[in-house]
């Protein structure tokens, strides 16, 4: 008689966190394998622009909420204290670089 070893399907979260693994290893072997790969050194040039390119995105986005809003409102579809809080959240967004900066430095 034979017995034969029935395995159960992996779950998808098991499949995802192989699959997190591997490209883990794969990548830290690939820049073991190959340092000149890692371009370090213009690692803070590209998250400049990163930066700069999401201030943009943001920066367009609270532009038009509070014109959305305020127009809204102005037809009196939406509360004049909603707008209010549109404009809160658009001044967190607009100045949490600069808080950052001056809690922690910008080095």
């Given at each position: 008689m034979t017995s034969a070893i029935v395995r159960a399907p992996l779950t998808p979260s098991a499949r995802s966190t192989v699959a997190q693994t591997a490209l883990l290893l794969s990548t830290a072997m690939l820049l073991v394998l190959m340092p000149e790969w890692?371009?370090?050194?213009?690692?803070?040039?590209?998250?400049?622009?990163?930066?700069?390119?999401?201030?943009?995105?943001v920066?367009?986005?609270?532009?038009?909420?509070?014109?959305?809003?305020?127009?809204?409102?102005?037809?009196?579809?939406?509360?004049?204290?909603?707008?209010?809080?549109?404009?809160?959240?658009?001044?967190?967004?607009g100045v949490a670089t600069e808080v950052v900066d001056a809690l922690y430095g910008s080095g």
């Open positions: 890692a371009f370090a050194q213009d690692l803070a040039g590209k998250a400049d622009k990163a930066l700069e390119w999401i201030k943009t995105g920066h367009t986005i609270l532009v038009v909420s509070v014109i959305g809003s305020g127009v809204l409102a102005a037809f009196g579809r939406m509360s004049w204290s909603t707008v209010g809080q549109v404009l809160v959240g658009a001044i967190v967004a």
